[in-house]
């Protein structure tokens, strides 16, 4: 297993249960849980905030956006604007796997 760094404090991340995984625009980066809220009570502005995508927020907006994804994509509802809309759901879908296949299967689980 490769070492991952906090993107933060620059420490290395142990295991899966110390790992924020967070994502701001198109950047995915790790932190340690207690980075992650200090980073959270720095930031001024909501827009320029990172957002949490491997947490119980980030599994239930992975499936809302799968079930839309889906559901516009494979149905006409909307016509072209529905495949546009089901296209953009696809963003934070993406963003979890590679978060999950990139950064968090590398680390070991604690028992």
Known sequence: MSR???????????DRDRLVVGSKWFQIKPFHYVCFQEIEQETEVAWN???????????????????????MLTTNTF????KIVGIIALYPIILR????FFIELRLPKLK
Do not use: D, H, Q
């Open 49 to 71: 905030s990172w957002t949490p995508i491997n947490g119980p927020a980030g599994t239930i907006t992975f499936l809302l956006m799968l079930a839309l994804s889906v559901w």
């Open 97 to 100: 796997l590679v978060s999950f």
């Open 79 to 82: 016509g072209s604007r529905g």
């Open 4 to 14: 991952i760094l906090c993107k933060y404090c620059y420490n290395e991340i142990e």
